[in-house]
């Protein structure tokens, strides 16, 4: 069953070992992401019509670099795309997965703050090896 926290339990989490994944678009984590979160989107845009469509990685990309028993919170903008993201890793087997209620911007129905809202620590800037381009070429 997928967990929920708010945006500052999981940064009590990820302060405490936990992964942070941004299942965002690259092009939206480089706009500026939680500090420490690594960039594994669940969509992307395509090239040719710039839409947000499935990337067919995701899984793929998460099962190479993080085990089943990994403590993870995803997060999204809203915490939308964060739910259907746990939702397709529980499925794979993944036991300890959390959403992040809320995500980057907010709960679009203002139920939820997010992490930027909140004050929380954010970023530009990606150590190496923490984008979504560097995690796909190791996979």
């Known amino acids: 069953?997928?967990?929920?926290?708010?945006?500052?339990?999981?940064?009590?989490?990820?302060?405490?070992?936990?992964?942070?994944?941004?299942?965002?678009?690259?092009?939206?984590?480089?706009?500026?992401?939680?500090t420490g979160?690594?960039?594994v989107p669940v969509l992307e845009h395509d090239e040719d019509t710039d839409q947000?469509?499935?990337n067919p990685d995701f899984v793929r990309v998460?099962?190479?670099h993080f085990p089943t028993d990994t403590p993870l919170l995803l997060s999204c903008r809203s915490g939308v795309?964060?739910?259907?993201?746990?939702?397709m890793l529980l499925a794979f087997?993944?036991?300890?997965?959390?959403?992040v209620l809320g995500g980057?911007?907010?709960?679009?129905?203002?139920s939820a703050p997010g992490w930027q809202p909140a004050g929380l620590p954010v970023d530009t800037a990606t150590p190496a090896g923490q984008s979504y381009p560097d995690l796909l070429k190791k996979s």
């Not at 087997?93 to 959403?99: E, P």
């Not at 980057?104 to 203002?110: H, R």
């Open 1 to 34: 069953m997928l967990k929920h926290l708010t945006v500052t339990e999981a940064h009590a989490r990820q302060s405490a070992g936990d992964v942070l994944v941004d299942v965002r678009s690259t092009r939206e984590f480089n706009a500026g992401h939680p």
């Open 37 to 39: 979160a690594v960039n």
């Open 52 to 54: 947000l469509v499935a």
């Open 62 to 64: 998460m099962q190479a």
């Open 81 to 87: 795309r964060s739910v259907k993201a746990g939702q």
């Open 93 to 99: 087997g993944y036991t300890n997965v959390t959403n």
């Open 104 to 110: 980057f911007a907010g709960a679009g129905d203002g």
